[in-house]
């Protein structure tokens, strides 16, 4: 909305500024900042007033992790709306309303985000940590990746790139493959499915999925940046994204909202984000990540992510299949909890890998 102010530069010089990327970029990220610091108080008392507490898993269910986890009862959830609000109204202020990737990016997370706050108030009303069917989240998240797909192929500059995969690490003209629309529909809907749960399965500690996803949403805003520039991406040998720029706009503004729920999810934690907020970030790093033609880079920078859904398959796998655990429990983060962790120790731990895979990512931008 704002980046119209530029139209106004001759008659006003400095209102130019509007129009350049990286200032809207820093002032996204701002905005998305403080605006979720301002309202934070106000939406986690009204959260609390309605009882909208976490329901937590029966002790009979985790044992001993109940015993380390009593003091989180009663924490409001469906904190992720602060997120959410945050995230939309930095990008329309800060976006350029004509960008399709802009809107293919906040529409897919709201869309996502909806279905985790029906999720969350289903657990609540149930007063269980059973919420909505696991089939019938799947088949809407699959709906919101159709979505997205059936969108971009309606882009013509998009359309090309849509239907590509680039193996990271790799030069673009080596190892590129071209896609059936059949394809890459499925390949869309698992990442986009499988991002989207795997942070949910992450947000299992005061802070732990919003700090990791700091790192995923700065790096992958870095790609887009490269991408949109055809100078830079031919010199790097990345997938070149024509009015990808906006995707720039998009991550900076869920960098700043992510770090201003931090600011109240950090240990001992004032509100979760719960499946509101989880399962709408995985989906909205997963549109980027497709958006960009950085499907595959999106394991490595999200490595953390990875990790706690693997965590979870090879538990389920193994006990199925043999009778026996891998793990002292799963997704891995309670594993080092049950193993004598402190909480903060997992956190912090976590995050420092974090930021490892992201640099592992960046470093895909020479090895090649």
């Known amino acids: 909305m704002l980046y119209y102010l530029s139209l106004l530069s001759h008659w006003f010089g400095p209102l130019n500024v509007f129009q350049y990327v990286t200032f809207r970029t820093v002032a996204a990220a701002i905005t998305s900042f403080l605006f979720c610091l301002w309202i934070g108080p106000r939406v986690i008392e009204v959260l609390r007033r309605l009882k909208l507490g976490q329901p937590l898993r029966k002790k009979e269910e985790v044992h001993k992790l109940a015993d380390l986890h009593e003091n989180k009862a009663g924490t409001p959830t469906m904190g992720g709306v602060l997120i959410l609000f945050s995230l939309a109204l930095s990008c329309v202020l800060w976006g350029k309303p004509t960008n399709p990737y802009l809107w293919i990016a906040l529409g897919s997370t709201l869309a996502l985000g909806t279905l985790g706050f029906c999720d969350d108030y289903a657990k609540i009303r149930k007063k269980s940590s059973g919420g909505l069917s696991g089939w019938r989240k799947i088949l809407v998240q699959a709906a919101v990746a159709a979505g997205v797909v059936g969108a971009l192929l309606m882009i013509p500059r998009a359309r090309e790139a849509a239907l590509t995969l680039q193996v990271p690490f790799v030069r673009e003209d080596f190892f590129l493959f071209h896609l059936p629309i059949w394809v890459a529909v499925l390949l869309f809907v698992f990442i986009i499915v499988g991002s989207s749960n795997a942070v949910n399965l992450t947000d299992g500690l005061d802070g732990l999925a919003s700090g990791c996803l700091l790192t995923v949403a700065l790096v992958l805003g870095l790609f887009a940046y490269l991408s949109s520039h ?11 994204v024509p009015g990808g720029e906006e995707l720039v706009i998009f991550c900076s503004a869920l960098f700043g909202s992510c770090l201003g729920f931090l600011w109240f999810n950090c240990h001992p934690a004032k509100v979760f984000m719960g ?6 970030l995985g989906g909205a790093v997963a549109v980027v990540a497709i958006c960009i033609n950085q499907e595959l880079l999106l394991a490595v920078i999200g490595g953390v992510f990875v990790m706690e859904a693997v965590s979870v398959i090879l538990q389920v796998a193994s006990f199925k299949l043999t009778g026996k655990r891998i793990f002292a429990m799963s997704p891995i983060h309670h594993h080092f909890e049950l193993r004598g962790w402190s909480e903060t120790a997992v956190v912090v731990r976590f995050w420092i890998l974090s930021v490892v895979f992201a640099l592992a990512g960046l470093a895909s931008l020479k090895l090649r």
């Not at 055809?230 to 070149?240: C, D, E, R, T």
């Not at 499946?275 to 709408?280: E, N």
């Open 230 to 240: 055809a100078v830079i991406a031919s010199y790097l040998f990345l997938p070149k």
């Open 275 to 280: 499946d509101t907020g989880s399962l709408a």
